[in-house]
């Protein structure tokens, strides 16, 4: 007999609807007394950050997919508010009941909801200020800022009715009519607090704007009230709260911000202290700011605003149907196949994809397919939450390819802390933070996917290059063996020649063959155009990329070399997958990575190159080292 479908309250609305923010921790505080989930989708356009397009590509980031997905897991129930333009056609198809959809104004909207859930209107409402607000520093100098995405807590924590500063009149009486009686303030102008006044309600300022206000100081204001309620803190942008809000409030997350990202950094990792948490959830302003947090011993689970969409751990109800499957490590080369290929002078070719954080799940259709159409083996380097939040995409690796899978293709690594992002330099994160990162990825892996299926390597993000500066720290070795992987591959020494760089008992480590541009070079080569001057001259030079942009002509380039030497050797090639693999940069690059890729099958201009997972290149290593060969 089959399981009750736990329901889900979906809120459809638009971008550009102001009173987004207030909806949505109204109605997860309702949805969470009621025992019920709650989500979002907000239809939007292509949304610009880091001076690219990044998001808000309903086809390349697979909406639909994931929209079917949950309907088909939970009993969807779903209202409406603003003008969503996806899946409304869909929910009615589906026979999927549509708890509210607003005709007349949010105090309409909010009876429909109530009344649904047999929950009486809230006595309180909680007026937050939406919109650019205007600040100016002591030097004069001015800019916007957009709050009211970080004030859920008080609605949520408060079980109030969210409200915006654009409300009118006529929507204030109405509230009146279903009972509210007290509206406090959120930010909001002394027009906003007057227009209640005057219409009788009890009103009380809950924050206001202060002199030298920023988003640190505002954020942190509202951490402080509601810390004492919360299980953690997060960390993003107006934009990225805007689309997280439902999983920072089902997890029990305030968010904190600045603009000033180091004192960010400080900041965020004091109030994460106040609370015992080790991994914090958020979109950095500058990689550099992932370092910064290190030092605190903090890691980062990357998000970004709409990839994935709902994400919903489903817990004790993940499948596991590993258990008859073969692993990765089953189908590999013999020690024999190995050796006959180091004494013909063999070169082995690793394609290593950097696919540390949850977002970057969303290349596996480009990535996968990939492997599948060249039948190259290549390694990708995840964290835990691939397999919680991504495992239904994952699993591909263990379909053969003769049922349109990626077996025996892909080998999964362990990458960085297992948990989310960290330098694991020595000096950044410390030796025991990281392995007690690791051990739980290890241990959580296994309670999903089963024992056998705990990755055997591991793949770090900075742990010889902080701020992405070569060879400027060292690496914590010891830590990644104590932690009980077979190998790893280093960013030290990279662009150099095959070398073994640390090696104890079964454990060995060895270097990749990337050529590292500098940032500069890199990110003109990635958008497709030169910086102004003054931006360009801003970028440090030291600061080398440890990944690849033009892996067939650093496959080539090694191969000349390796065999001008005469020597058998490896060449590891790692990526950094979402610009590969997320719309829109797969674009112009996926092509490049299928020419490396078939330049590998082809055996490259020489005949000497071949296939190999990143395990296969660690063993071949070793072969090659026993062998005097190295």
């Given at each position: 007999m089959s399981k009750a479908k736990k329901k889900m309250l979906l809120f459809l609305t638009d971008a550009k609807c102001s009173e987004k923010t207030p909806i949505m921790a109204t109605l997860a505080w309702l949805a969470k007394r009621k025992g019920i989930i709650f989500d979002s989708y907000i239809s939007s356009g292509i949304i610009r950050a880091f001076g690219l397009d990044i998001d808000g590509f309903f086809f390349g980031d697979m909406h639909a997919e994931q929209f079917y997905y949950i309907c088909n897991v939970y009993d969807v129930q779903y209202c409406v508010y603003g003008k969503p333009?996806?899946?409304?056609?869909?929910?009615?198809?589906?026979?999927?009941?549509?708890?509210?959809?607003?005709?007349?104004?949010?105090?309409?909207?909010?009876?429909?909801?109530?009344?649904?859930?047999?929950?009486?209107?809230?006595?309180?409402a909680i007026m937050v200020r939406t919109g650019a607000i205007n600040l100016e520093g002591p030097d004069r100098k001015k800019w916007q800022i957009f709050i009211d995405s970080y004030c859920y807590p008080d609605i949520y924590y408060k079980e109030a009715l969210g409200i915006d500063s654009n409300i009118t009149n006529r929507e204030l009486k109405k509230l009146k009519e279903m009972g509210v009686e007290a509206i406090s303030t959120l930010y909001c102008e002394d027009s906003s607090i007057e227009k209640l006044k005057n219409l009788d309600f009890k009103v009380r300022s809950i924050d206001s704007l202060r002199e030298g206000d920023s988003y640190g100081s505002i954020t942190s204001r509202i951490a402080d009230r509601w810390?004492?309620?919360?299980?953690?803190?997060?960390?993003?942008?107006?934009?990225?709260?805007?689309?997280?809000?439902?999983?920072?409030?089902?997890?029990?997350?305030?968010?904190?911000?600045?603009s000033d990202w180091k004192n960010l950094a400080s900041v965020l990792s004091s109030y994460a202290d106040k609370k015992d948490q080790t991994v914090i959830w958020g979109l950095q302003p500058s990689d550099n700011f992932i370092t910064e947090l290190s030092k605190f011993n903090k890691v980062m689970q990357i998000i970004t605003y709409e990839r994935p969409l709902f994400v919903i751990q489903l817990n004790n109800e993940c499948v596991n149907n590993c258990s008859k499957s073969p692993t990765y490590w089953d189908t590999e080369?013999?020690?024999?196949?190995?050796?006959?290929?180091?004494?013909?002078?063999?070169?082995?070719?690793?394609?290593?994809?950097?696919?540390?954080?949850?977002?970057?799940?969303?290349?596996?259709?480009?990535?996968?397919?990939?492997?599948?159409?060249?039948?190259?083996?290549?390694?990708?380097?995840?964290?835990?939450?691939?397999?919680?939040?991504?495992?239904?995409?994952?699993k591909d690796i263990l379909v053969p390819l003769d049922s349109g899978g990626c077996f025996p293709l892909i080998e999964p690594l362990l990458s960085s802390t297992g948990l989310g992002a960290a330098t694991e330099a020595r000096g950044y994160i410390s030796a025991e933070t990281l392995l007690a990162c690791l051990k739980k990825a290890q241990k959580r892996i296994a309670q999903l996917w089963g024992e056998r299926f705990v990755p055997i390597g591991y793949y770090p993000w900075q742990d010889a290059n902080p701020y992405y500066r070569p060879d400027s720290a060292d690496p914590q070795f010891d830590v990644i063996e104590k932690a009980g992987f077979k190998y790893s591959i280093t960013c030290k020494n990279m662009n150099e020649p095959p070398r073994i760089i640390y090696q104890h008992d079964d454990f060995i480590v060895i270097n990749q063959q990337n050529s590292m541009l500098d940032l500069l070079t890199y990110t003109e080569m990635l958008i497709g155009r030169k910086l102004d001057k003054e931006t360009a001259a801003s970028i440090d030079p030291t600061v080398k990329v440890p990944w690849s942009y033009t892996p067939l002509s650093d496959l080539k380039r090694w191969e000349k070399r390796l065999v001008n030497e005469d020597r058998p050797g490896w060449v590891i090639i790692s990526i950094d997958s979402p610009f590969w693999g997320w719309s829109p940069f797969y674009f112009d690059r996926i092509g490049a990575l299928k020419s490396a890729m078939n330049y590998i099958r082809s055996k490259g201009e020489t005949g000497k190159l071949f296939s190999a997972t990143p395990h296969e290149t660690a063993r071949y290593a070793k072969i090659l080292e026993s062998n005097g060969l190295l």
């Amino acid at each position: 007999m089959s399981k009750a479908k736990k329901k889900m309250l979906l809120f459809l609305t638009d971008a550009k609807c102001s009173e987004k923010t207030p909806i949505m921790a109204t109605l997860a505080w309702l949805a969470k007394r009621k025992g019920i989930i709650f989500d979002s989708y907000i239809s939007s356009g292509i949304i610009r950050a880091f001076g690219l397009d990044i998001d808000g590509f309903f086809f390349g980031d697979m909406h639909a997919e994931q929209f079917y997905y949950i309907c088909n897991v939970y009993d969807v129930q779903y209202c409406v508010y603003g003008k969503p333009r996806r899946f409304l056609e869909d929910l009615k198809v589906f026979n999927k009941e549509c708890v509210a959809s607003a005709q007349r104004g949010l105090p309409e909207f909010y009876s429909s909801v109530f009344n649904w859930y047999d929950v009486e209107i809230p006595k309180e409402a909680i007026m937050v200020r939406t919109g650019a607000i205007n600040l100016e520093g002591p030097d004069r100098k001015k800019w916007q800022i957009f709050i009211d995405s970080y004030c859920y807590p008080d609605i949520y924590y408060k079980e109030a009715l969210g409200i915006d500063s654009n409300i009118t009149n006529r929507e204030l009486k109405k509230l009146k009519e279903m009972g509210v009686e007290a509206i406090s303030t959120l930010y909001c102008e002394d027009s906003s607090i007057e227009k209640l006044k005057n219409l009788d309600f009890k009103v009380r300022s809950i924050d206001s704007l202060r002199e030298g206000d920023s988003y640190g100081s505002i954020t942190s204001r509202i951490a402080d009230r509601w810390l004492n309620k919360a299980k953690g803190v997060a960390t993003g942008d107006p934009n990225l709260v805007t689309f997280w809000l439902p999983f920072f409030c089902r997890n029990d997350l305030i968010c904190l911000y600045d603009s000033d990202w180091k004192n960010l950094a400080s900041v965020l990792s004091s109030y994460a202290d106040k609370k015992d948490q080790t991994v914090i959830w958020g979109l950095q302003p500058s990689d550099n700011f992932i370092t910064e947090l290190s030092k605190f011993n903090k890691v980062m689970q990357i998000i970004t605003y709409e990839r994935p969409l709902f994400v919903i751990q489903l817990n004790n109800e993940c499948v596991n149907n590993c258990s008859k499957s073969p692993t990765y490590w089953d189908t590999e080369f013999s020690d024999e196949e190995l050796l006959e290929k180091a004494e013909n002078g063999q070169i082995a070719c690793c394609l290593l994809v950097f696919s540390e954080n949850l977002c970057h799940s969303l290349v596996i259709p480009r990535i996968f397919e990939l492997v599948k159409t060249t039948g190259i083996k290549i390694g990708i380097g995840t964290n835990v939450s691939w397999y919680e939040y991504a495992s239904r995409w994952m699993k591909d690796i263990l379909v053969p390819l003769d049922s349109g899978g990626c077996f025996p293709l892909i080998e999964p690594l362990l990458s960085s802390t297992g948990l989310g992002a960290a330098t694991e330099a020595r000096g950044y994160i410390s030796a025991e933070t990281l392995l007690a990162c690791l051990k739980k990825a290890q241990k959580r892996i296994a309670q999903l996917w089963g024992e056998r299926f705990v990755p055997i390597g591991y793949y770090p993000w900075q742990d010889a290059n902080p701020y992405y500066r070569p060879d400027s720290a060292d690496p914590q070795f010891d830590v990644i063996e104590k932690a009980g992987f077979k190998y790893s591959i280093t960013c030290k020494n990279m662009n150099e020649p095959p070398r073994i760089i640390y090696q104890h008992d079964d454990f060995i480590v060895i270097n990749q063959q990337n050529s590292m541009l500098d940032l500069l070079t890199y990110t003109e080569m990635l958008i497709g155009r030169k910086l102004d001057k003054e931006t360009a001259a801003s970028i440090d030079p030291t600061v080398k990329v440890p990944w690849s942009y033009t892996p067939l002509s650093d496959l080539k380039r090694w191969e000349k070399r390796l065999v001008n030497e005469d020597r058998p050797g490896w060449v590891i090639i790692s990526i950094d997958s979402p610009f590969w693999g997320w719309s829109p940069f797969y674009f112009d690059r996926i092509g490049a990575l299928k020419s490396a890729m078939n330049y590998i099958r082809s055996k490259g201009e020489t005949g000497k190159l071949f296939s190999a997972t990143p395990h296969e290149t660690a063993r071949y290593a070793k072969i090659l080292e026993s062998n005097g060969l190295l």
